[in-house]
Structures are given as structure tokens and as C-alpha cells.
């Protein structure tokens, strides 16, 4: 899995049928550092990301196993929300100190 | 799943027979800005995109979580068309306004 | 999909069982304009195409949705030979003309 | 599959419900002679691995071919850690020399 | 698929159990004209290559379509070593002359 920020929202009225309900957020990939990396990606939320937090997503055939996105042309999703990232010994990332 | 612009099509008349009656759309990729980035791909249309449209598409096994696309060797689908996109607060793209 | 010209063979007699009869080709990826763009790919036939030819590839697990590739350790596959190619409006690429 | 060292952790309280219990580990990406690449991924770990240890790590699919991980929305797995790696002759790492 | 020249081992004692007889070995991804990109990957071994040989390695879910890696978290494998490889006409490989 990689990070990323929410930065963003998308709709699209005209789509495969299955991915009627579905919400689709962007985000900016970030590195370890939380500075962005330059690449985007437009991913499934699973788990209600708002603007801003910092998430985990999953891409591939991953990205389909949740509930939101079983069996969907869905290639990215969001699943889980950062509390804390630690590296190296040091606190990166504190959503209640940074979020 | 990321962004293109639909700037062609292919045709083939000799292929996989699975792949009969599936239209093939030339896609640029582009960033959040709508800006070309260099690549591109060849992805099966799964809801009827036209020339010049900014689309959504999926690769990989989620390329084939379609109708359209179900057990083929086809892994790149576009999966829905862009309404608005909205990023850090601005709309980025409104097909209403930019189509 | 992709785009890439058939430039050569790959002859392997140890290799997985299952690999039997499958042929391997040789392709140099191009880009819309036909330029060569460095990367290659050695991927198994399943369309019949010869030298030179400007063929359509899968990559994947949809590289093994067709019956000459069905559960087989194969992540590439020419999926279809390229008859035109259409973009913004110009005939990049035209077999009876360019083949 | 790649080799990285493990960096970190992360914490996500709001997270897929199946990701329950699952730990998520930071890992460095590094080259054959053990010196980081610029990338990380963020994975699961199937093995019990500790912070500074070298580990072999798959992506995609086969990530979800643990127990751990089966059927979750995970992209990233460590399986294994490294003991020993040789390359041309030489051994660039040995756990109980360099670990 | 791609190519690579084969460079080294990996052993690891702690691992995902159902990796438990798995052959991995080190691979340094080459380009058609034998010269390396670089790259590496650590792949398990299908085919009992050796130290110095020339491979064709597949990756991702294609990966796991041997008795070998079958439902194992295993993204790359040696699935082929390469007899000859003809490019634009010319013998760029042979085991017999060059292995």
C-alpha cells in the first residue's frame, strides 16, 4: 500500500452500471515525508475519507476486496485512514497533532 | 484508476475471438490540470465514450470487472465519464463548461 | 493495451510443462507515432502475427484469458494485429498502406 | 519479488473491517547491495519481522495468498526474512553477520 | 515476459510456511541486447536454472501458474530458460554459443 492525501472529489453520472453509489475521491500520492510525490490516482472510498486525511490505499485486484467495490472495475481504493506513521524512530505523521 | 482523453481508435480485424464487438479507444492520459502527460493506452469502452471526452479508466484484472470486458484478454477499460472534477477546492473540469 | 512491432523470436526448450506449444514473439513497444519508445516484451501468440507486424498486447492476468494462454505463467499476449490507427483525426498507422 | 528493510510502523484505527488485526509495517526498497532506491511501501506482515530486518516482500495478488492477508484489501506482504543473500559470488548480506 | 541473467540466491528460514522448498533466485533484468537495466528481481525457480542463465521470468498473478507457486505469495518466476533469442534477424543470444 502506498499514502496519500485526499485532495479531491470526482463524478461521473454516465459509468458502468456497478459502480452506481460509489464514491470516487482523488489523491495525491505523498512520500514518507508526507510531501507529494507528483502522481495522482482517483480511488474508491471504503472507509469516508474527508478532505485532507492522510490515507492508505490499495491497487490492482486488492483494490476489489471490499464490500464498496467486490467484483467492480475499480482499480484503487481507499481502506484505511492514518492514525500515525513512525519511521525511523520519529512520528512522521500524528493525525491529532497534524490532521 | 486515472484520467484520459479519448484522441482515437484502433481497429482489428484479426484478434482473439473474444474480443468481437469490442470497440477500442485510444486514451492520453492527463494530469489533475487536464494536461497530456505522455502516455497512453488502448482500453475497451465500456460506456459509450466520445471523441475528446475526459474519462476514468481501470487496468489490470479490474479491466475486465465489465459486461463488455468479462473473461477477455483486455486490460484497460473505461469504466465512466467525467462530470466535474474538483481539486484543493477548484473545479478543475466541468464537462458542462469544458466538454 | 499497448502498442509494439514484432521484431523477433524466442526459442526456450526448458520451461514449465504447460508451456508447451506456445509460441514466444519479440516486441519493441511503440508509441502513437510508431516511434519506438526503448521497452520490450516477449509475449506468447495467440493471434497468429508475423515480423514486423504492429500488434495490440495484453500484460497481466488478462495476458492469460485466451485459450493458448488459459493458467499458464504467462504475463503478456499479442491480443490482436493492428489494422488502423486513429488519432486526432490522422491516420497514424494504416496496415494496407504502412504494413 | 524485492527486497526492503523495515523502517516503521503505521496505525489506522478507521480502517476496512477485514484489515482487523493485520499489522502494517514500513519498508524502505532497497537494491542488491542493500542501499535504499527512493521507493517504500507500506505492508503487511505475514512473519512476525522487526524493525532494521531485511525482507522479501510480493506485491498485487500474490500478497493475498497468506492467511493473514487472504480476501483482504492488501497489495503488499512481507514473506519472508532474508538469512542470506548472494550475488556474483559474494555474499552482500548475512543476517547473522550484518543484521 | 522479460529477460534476465541469473546472479545469485536467497535464503530465508523464516517465511510464509507455505513457501517452505521454494528455489528463489536473484535475476538481473536484462535489455534484448543482453546488457542490464538495472533492475533485479528475486523470483522463485520452476525450471532448475543455473547460475549465469539466461531466463524468461513472469510476474504478478501469472506468476503463481506453476505446481511451484501455486496460491503462494509469489510474484515473480522463472517459468523458461532461453535457448536462442533472434532480434531484427540477428542471433542476439545463444545458449550454445554464448552460455
Known amino acids: 500500500m502506498l499514502l496519500g492525501r485526499v485532495v479531491g472529489t470526482l463524478v461521473a453520472s454516465r459509468k ?31 472507509v469516508g475519507a474527508g478532505m ?12 476489489r476486496q471490499t464490500e ?15 492514525d500515525t506513521l513512525e519511521v525511523d524512530g520519529a512520528v512522521k505523521y500524528d493525525k491529532a497533532r497534524d490532521g
Chains 1, 2, 3, 4, 5 share one sequence.
Do not use: H, N, W
Open 68 to 82: 464498496a467495490t467486490d467484483k467492480r472495475p475499480c482499480d484503487g481504493v481507499i481502506m484505511a485512514i492514518v
Open 16 to 46: 458502468e452500471p456497478s459502480l452506481e453509489g460509489l464514491k470516487f475521491l482523488v489523491l495525491k500520492q505523498t512520500d514518507l515525508e508526507g510531501k507529494e510525490t507528483g502522481g495522482y490516482l482517483v480511488a474508491a472510498d471504503a
Open 52 to 63: 485532507g486525511e492522510v490515507v492508505l490505499y490499495a491497487t490492482g485486484s486488492s483494490a
